[in-house]
């Protein structure tokens, strides 16, 4: 973004921020939701069209370049149930492919990560180089005209945003950049080239992802549930929220005070380039469909959530710190990583009860208000999602497309 397109950005939100603290119901002519039907969270056979119409056909947060040093660095990444090898070429470009060997599916890698010169499969010892290329077989007389080069390892789309590594299934999809439409620009106030990898870890529950997703598209649960953190610094009334094409969001929920700086993060190196947006206020992005970002010019986590069945999922949380250079990483980032955790376990409390809910008789769907929108938008997207991979979705658990009328640019 140049400095004009920066200056309407961060005015569209100072301005929106204002205009939601001091409204007195939704804008007018706002659409009232419909329940969001207790099924889509529960039902194995919507978990089904959602995997298959959304999962293994959207962008997916895989890795940091970081992570993939050298070349021949792999990373072994099964998210959507296929077996996905990362790897890094001599070149030094990221590729992607199936982990199936093109003889007879052995696999070409067998651990979650390390370092190799080529792929060679662990069964009969095909090997490919890593390009993907075929480039030796054992007894190749007795395959009668094997056209090598129709046999390389199956490419996975795989595309960056700065050095943030996305894996798509869909060999058909849109590029990453453009489905993120303004978000990259977003970002470039943070120096996303300068960010680097600190470390990530995870959480398994018994939820549905989406019930525990829904909770970060939103701060209306702010009083209730971090009463003692997180409320005490940030206003929820004024949380202003815009809607993207594709399923993504951005809010951006102001500090209580213009002035106030998170003890946790005094003393950290920050972006200098990162506007008021940040150095004020708190704003979260949601690429659709699972990666949740609050950034904060000192760094960020990702916020990854996982699908693992239809009444579980797993968390991620991957964080990032502005480039420290040749010294040590702040020892400030522990005590941060883990104030960031008892955060989050106020967030998580609720996840499996939650479900049980959402599968009792008692649960008739989720009423959502204005402040909640984000949610309904999320779950607006999956139904075209589904319906674009040609899934029929039983009227019951339909969503009723709303917004896009208020959709930014
Ligand atoms: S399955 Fe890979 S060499 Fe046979
Ligand atoms: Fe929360």
Request: hydrophobic share 35%; charged share 25%; proline share 8%.
């Amino acid at each position: 973004m140049d400095a004009a397109a920066t200056e309407t950005f961060v005015r569209r939100f100072l301005d929106g921020m204002q205009y939601e603290a001091s409204r007195e119901g939704p804008p007018d002519g706002f659409p009232r939701f419909p329940p969001i039907p207790g099924g889509r969270y529960n039902d194995p056979a919507f978990f089904e069209a959602e995997r298959q119409g959304l999962w293994k056909r959207t962008w997916l947060y895989a890795c940091h370049t970081d992570e993939l040093p050298d070349a021949g660095s792999f990373m072994l990444w099964t998210r959507t149930g296929s077996p996905i090898l990362i790897v890094r070429g001599k070149d030094r470009k990221i590729r992607a492919f199936y982990n199936t060997c093109r003889h007879r599916g052995g696999p070409l890698v067998k651990t979650d990560a390390g370092r190799c010169d080529g792929l060679v499969c662990s069964y009969h010892g095909w090997t490919y180089a890593l390009d993907g290329q075929l480039v030796n077989l054992r007894d190749r007389r007795d395959f009668v005209d094997l056209d090598m080069g129709a046999h390389s390892l199956v490419s996975v789309r795989c595309e960056q945003l700065a050095n943030w590594v996305f894996i798509n299934e869909d060999p058909n999809a849109r590029p990453l950049l453009e489905d993120l439409g303004p978000i990259p620009g977003h970002l470039e106030q943070f120096q996303p080239e300068s960010l680097r990898f600190i470390e990530k870890h995870g959480y398994d529950l018994k939820c549905n992802v989406k019930v525990l997703l829904d909770a970060f598209l939103e701060v209306y649960h702010l009083k209730s549930i971090h009463q003692n953190t997180v409320d005490r610094f940030l206003d929820h009334r004024g949380t202003s929220i815009a809607l993207f094409r594709h399923g993504h969001s951005l809010m951006v929920t102001p500090n209580r005070r213009p002035d106030w700086v998170d003890p946790g993060t005094v003393g950290m190196r920050r972006v200098e380039t990162a506007t008021v947006i940040s150095t004020s206020n708190n704003p979260s992005w949601n690429l659709y469909p699972n990666l949740v970002t609050p950034i904060d010019p000192s760094g960020c986590p990702f916020l990854l959530f996982w699908p693992t069945g239809p009444d579980s999922m797993r968390i991620e949380c991957h964080w990032f710190a502005p480039d420290w250079g040749d010294a040590e990483l702040s020892p400030l980032w522990a005590t941060r990583i883990a104030n960031f955790d008892r955060i989050l376990d106020e967030d998580l409390q609720f996840a499996e009860k939650i479900q049980k809910s959402v599968e009792s008789p008692g649960f008739r769907g989720m009423t959502l208000n204005y402040q909640e929108r984000r949610i309904y938008h999320w779950h607006e997207e999956l139904d075209r999602r589904i319906q674009a991979a040609g899934i029929e979705i039983p009227a019951h658990l339909r969503v009723q497309p709303l917004l896009e009328p208020y959709y930014e640019t």
